[in-house]
């Protein structure tokens, strides 16, 4: 009988240290559900990790920092940010966010594992750097700590795209290690094929449509600059002419197969460089070509009213019209197209505008055609025209800048630089000019110089087509105007920062049709403008973007005269006289 009891007890107890055991197990740091979001990895979490090299990730967890300098560039900010996203594709969670900084009296944690982002203050960050040439990375297991070392934004990139290749064979059973065989290193080109060498600057080329290279120097001196040029006439090209605005240059050479445009953009210590096909676009004409005798034709400046019954009632679109003495026009974009289901051709309204305002409506010649980008609602009277009545108008020259079809297919609907094509085969258009900053474009009385385009933004990645309209400053009957068409904040910033007070300019096209997502308070305030013009519709005008506090970037346009695209066309003979005081809108409420 005292024998039973005492086994018994012995079953008691066994049975309670298992049930404790199993209690422990389950509430301890492998707990399953804290770590894993309610997946169930089982004794997994428990999984010893013995690896050779970096374990960066494994128990569903990560076993070392990502660090950063605490004083970061805004290259090692971005490019933090860029492998943060890599590796939470990769493990499904977040790493922490690590700066190099210590508190005073400590010092740095140099015996825990770590990747190391850029030149942080780890010895070991500085012996990968102390290897390094100029436009090359270098990725280096130092210890336990992973390095990645960059001389640039280019060769940053260039980092990015290995490691995001190398992670994807380094995750093995949910454990990602970093060995010695992820040390690697490369250089960005800083020769460019048909381009001298620039020395002391890393190189960054995008694609610019249309068989257009963009090249991107950055930190570039003076000497460096001039250096450069020195050696484009040695590769066989021929000095076609050189135009300033302010204190930058533009430089533009050209051989039997291409066209070189050189931007020198002090400012920001920028070159950039196009290099177009002639295939596609022409020079774009010299001052002492530009030969005309002053006609007997009154000239004049139109702003098309585009609230019109024939465009239903549309409170988009955007049309300019300049007649020149000899009685042909330019004209800047023209207004929608009738393959918008809510509008009817502004291209009949644009044709008709044209008839009333020619010497023989039977004889439309327009010197100029720009367009600042390709939305419908700019070019679709262009193409409208081509299209239905492509004999009633003869078009000289067309002028502009489409992106890429990468970029195009990523913001657009639809391919419009096709119809743009089409619409020059229609019209039968013999010149065809791709428009960079710097260039000069003379029409008798008329002179447009381009200040921006997506050449200018370049790399910043666009998020709409707006952000590559062609900017441009006319000079015409004594006055300038600013066109912004559709310029949105990436490139107001990039055209404060390159050309600042140079933008000055006696009136201004609204950005956008004065909407919030338009240009900057910034470029508004700079343009310093005396008078406005709004392609909007007039209710638009009065409900939404001529209130300030729906719209506070247009603060700069109170007490300014304000000409709205209505629904009846704007035509001024004379700048000097033209401003009455009625014009002007100060109630904003």
């Not at 490019?79 to 499904?92: D, F, P, V």
């Not at 931007?263 to 001052?287: C, H, N, Q, W």
């Not at 300049?322 to 800047?332: E, P, R």
């Amino acid at each position: 009988m005292k024998r039973y009891s005492f086994l018994k007890l012995l079953s008691l107890l066994a049975a309670l240290l298992l049930v404790c055991a199993i209690f422990a197990s389950c509430n301890g740091e492998g707990d399953a559900t804290d770590q894993n979001d309610g997946s169930e990895q089982g004794s997994e979490t428990d999984k010893p990790i013995n690896v050779e090299g970096l374990a960066v990730f494994g128990n569903n967890e990560y076993l070392c920092k990502i660090i950063r300098a605490e004083k970061a560039s805004d290259v090692d900010k971005q490019i933090y940010s860029e492998l943060r996203q890599i590796l939470k594709t990769a493990t499904g969670k977040n790493s922490a966010m690590a700066t190099d900084f210590v508190v005073l009296g400590e010092t740095l944690d140099t015996e825990s594992p770590a990747i190391l982002i850029g030149r942080t203050a780890f010895p070991e960050s500085q012996q990968v750097y102390d290897k390094m040439e100029h436009g090359e990375y270098r990725m280096e297991l130092v210890g336990n700590k992973f390095v990645i070392a960059y001389s640039h934004e280019a060769s940053a990139s260039l980092a990015l795209q290995k490691f995001r290749g190398l992670i994807s064979k380094g995750m093995k059973d949910g454990v990602l290690t970093i060995t010695d065989k992820w040390n690697s290193s490369d250089k960005v080109e800083s020769k460019v094929p048909g381009l001298p060498i620039f020395d002391g600057s890393v190189s960054m080329t995008f694609d610019g449509g249309d068989g257009s290279t963009l090249v991107l120097y950055k930190d570039v001196s003076p000497e460096t600059h001039e250096k450069f040029l020195s050696g484009i006439e040695a590769l066989g090209y021929e000095h076609y002419v050189t135009n300033n605005i302010g204190d930058s240059c533009f430089y533009t050479y050209h051989n039997d197969e291409n066209i070189m445009h050189v931007m020198y953009l002090p400012r920001v210590a920028e070159t950039r460089v196009v290099i177009d096909t002639k295939e596609f676009t022409s020079l774009a004409g010299l001052e002492s070509e530009n030969i005309y005798e002053a006609g007997k034709s009154e000239m004049s400046f139109t702003q098309l009213g585009l609230e019109h019954p024939r465009a239903g009632n549309c409170q988009n679109g955007m049309g300019y019209i300049l007649k020149l003495s000899d009685g042909s026009f330019v004209i800047v974009d023209g207004g929608h197209t009738r393959d918008m289901s809510y509008a009817e051709s502004a291209g009949d309204f644009l044709l008709d505008s044209l008839k009333v305002l020619a010497d023989d409506p039977n004889d439309i010649r327009v010197h100029t055609w720009f367009l600042s980008h390709i939305h419908n609602d700019h070019i679709g009277a262009f193409y409208d025209i081509a299209r239905d009545t492509p004999n009633s108008i003869k078009v000289e020259r067309l002028v502009y800048n489409a992106p890429n079809d990468t970029q195009l297919a990523g913001v657009s609907g639809g391919n419009l630089d096709d119809k743009v094509e089409n619409a020059v085969k229609m019209l039968g258009i013999k010149t065809v000019v791709k428009g960079h900053p710097g260039q000069v474009f003379y029409a008798n009385e008329a002179t447009f110089t381009i200040y921006g385009s997506l050449d200018l933004v370049e790399p910043i990645k666009i998020d709409n087509i707006n952000e590559s309209s062609m900017v441009m400053k006319m000079e015409f009957m004594g006055k300038t105007m600013i066109f912004l068409g559709d310029c949105h904040p990436n490139e107001s910033l990039a055209l404060t920062n390159a050309y600042g007070d140079d933008l000055q300019s006696n009136f201004i096209q609204l950005s956008h049709h004065g909407y919030a997502d338009g240009a900057t308070l910034l470029l508004n305030e700079t343009i310093k403008a005396e008078a406005s013009f709004w392609p909007v519709g007039n209710d638009h005008y009065k409900n939404m973007v001529s209130k300030i506090g729906a719209v506070p970037q247009n603060a700069p346009f109170v007490n300014i005269p304000h000409y709205v695209a209505g629904d009846t066309n704007l035509t001024i003979k004379d700048f000097d006289t033209w401003i009455p005081e009625e014009k002007r809108w100060t109630p904003y409420d």
